[in-house]
């Protein structure tokens, strides 16, 4: 549900710019749950904007002209003035929930009291980051996740899209997750040797991990092994894990993370991304998604040596192997970056 449901099924065009020097592009306009979704004229999802943290660039003035934040290169022109005024009134309404007491807040002031009554110091971080863990809504998992990979974009550059190599790329996170997995990759122009799993299901994938294969089962491995991180480690736990109790007394007082604390860490999990699940959590994916394993075994270490697991282990073993990508849909993937 956005912020207000009267603006559920509210659509408009607009004109994006990915980038200053990038041309407008026309686009399809519309409210999600806390974002606003940026789709193509083939409906496919371009881009997802927080909501609050959307900025006006041009107030008082038509037509509007907005961008997700304000480091963004991204920029976004409206003429229809009813979605204006529903952008306008649908952030401010987020921003006002967000700094109100909830739930959230409420079962956070709780916990805090009760362990500080308690006065176990030596479990309050993990009973508070638990708390955390349970009361946070996929909604906001999704918002941390958009704000981490923001901050990830600024360190590797804009995410690489393209209308045929982003429509394979969906369809192998669908074969490799299933269809009710939600979340969406990204591609990026560097990176780390492995993808990363952040909050809200946001895959971010290294292009050379498209480019440096021939075979499309590498990448969907890939997929699974970043998925897989969720079933080892809670993205969410780890994130505060790492940036202390004040982070996690902040999430569950005020229901947000700061900025800065936020950035810090994307910049930490870019360079140290998480380790590969076990090979007992990833076996059981690759047979969920009847993929093979040992495309990605060999593609992790070309000796196999460290990877032996997957290599011997493989569920396809004996069994024919379907087509993941046509021909057309693989080349266009392996072109998204262009």
């Given at each position: 549900?956005?912020?207000?449901?009267?603006?559920?099924?509210?659509?408009?065009?607009?004109?994006?710019?990915?980038s200053p020097d990038a041309q407008r592009r026309e686009v399809t306009v519309s409210f999600g749950n806390a974002t606003l979704i940026i789709s193509d004229t083939a409906e496919r999802p371009l881009t997802h904007w927080s909501l609050p943290a959307v900025e006006r660039l041009n107030v008082?003035?038509?037509?509007?002209?907005?961008?997700?934040?304000?480091?963004?290169?991204?920029?976004?022109?409206?003429?229809?003035?009813?979605?204006?005024?529903?952008?306008?009134?649908?952030?401010?309404?987020?921003?006002?929930?967000?700094?109100?007491?909830?739930?959230?807040?409420?079962?956070?002031?709780?916990?805090?009291?009760?362990?500080?009554?308690?006065?176990?110091?030596?479990?309050?971080?993990?009973?508070?980051?638990?708390?955390?863990?349970?009361?946070?809504?996929?909604?906001?998992?999704?918002?941390?996740?958009?704000?981490?990979?923001?901050?990830?974009?600024?360190?590797?550059?804009?995410?690489?899209?393209?209308?045929?190599?982003?429509?394979?790329?969906?369809?192998?996170?669908?074969?490799?997750?299933?269809?009710?997995?939600?979340?969406?990759?990204?591609?990026?122009?560097?990176?780390?040797?492995?993808?990363?799993?952040?909050?809200?299901?946001?895959?971010?994938?290294?292009?050379?991990?498209?480019?440096?294969?021939?075979?499309?089962?590498?990448?969907?491995?890939?997929?699974?092994?970043?998925?897989?991180?969720?079933?080892?480690?809670?993205?969410?736990?780890?994130?505060?894990?790492?940036?202390?109790?004040?982070?996690?007394?902040?999430?569950?007082?005020?229901?947000?993370?700061?900025?800065?604390?936020?950035?810090?860490?994307?910049?930490?999990?870019?360079?140290?991304?998480?380790?590969?699940?076990?090979?007992?959590?990833?076996?059981?994916?690759?047979?969920?998604?009847?993929?093979?394993?040992?495309?990605?075994?060999?593609?992790?270490?070309?000796?196999?040596?460290?990877?032996?697991?997957?290599?011997?282990?493989?569920?396809?073993?004996?069994?024919?192997?379907?087509?993941?990508?046509?021909?057309?849909?693989?080349?266009?993937?392996?072109?998204?970056?262009?």
């Amino acid at each position: 549900m956005t912020a207000l449901t009267e603006f559920d099924r509210l659509e408009s065009g607009g004109l994006w710019k990915a980038s200053p020097d990038a041309q407008r592009r026309e686009v399809t306009v519309s409210f999600g749950n806390a974002t606003l979704i940026i789709s193509d004229t083939a409906e496919r999802p371009l881009t997802h904007w927080s909501l609050p943290a959307v900025e006006r660039l041009n107030v008082g003035e038509r037509p509007a002209l907005f961008s997700p934040g304000s480091d963004a290169t991204e920029t976004l022109e409206i003429s229809d003035d009813m979605m204006i005024d529903a952008m306008e009134k649908v952030r401010k309404t987020v921003k006002r929930r967000r700094s109100k007491p909830g739930r959230l807040r409420n079962i956070g002031l709780l916990a805090g009291i009760g362990a500080i009554v308690v006065g176990a110091v030596v479990w309050l971080p993990d009973a508070l980051i638990r708390e955390a863990q349970s009361v946070v809504p996929p909604v906001q998992r999704a918002e941390i996740g958009a704000t981490l990979l923001g901050h990830i974009q600024r360190i590797t550059g804009q995410t690489c899209r393209s209308p045929l190599g982003t429509a394979a790329l969906e369809k192998l996170h669908t074969r490799a997750l299933g269809p009710d997995a939600g979340g969406q990759v990204f591609v990026v122009p560097s990176g780390p040797d492995t993808a990363i799993y952040l909050p809200g299901g946001l895959i971010v994938m290294n292009r050379d991990l498209i480019e440096d294969t021939e075979d499309p089962a590498v990448v969907g491995g890939h997929i699974i092994a970043a998925a897989a991180q969720l079933r080892a480690r809670d993205p969410l736990e780890a994130l505060l894990k790492e940036s202390g109790i004040g982070t996690t007394f902040n999430l569950l007082t005020q229901g947000e993370i700061p900025p800065d604390t936020l950035r810090s860490y994307a910049e930490t999990l870019f360079a140290n991304p998480p380790v590969r699940a076990s090979d007992e959590i990833l076996l059981e994916m690759f047979a969920n998604a009847q993929l093979p394993s040992t495309p990605y075994a060999y593609a992790v270490d070309v000796t196999g040596e460290s990877t032996l697991g997957l290599i011997e282990a493989d569920p396809t073993q004996g069994a024919e192997a379907s087509e993941l990508l046509s021909d057309a849909e693989w080349i266009s993937l392996q072109g998204i970056c262009g």
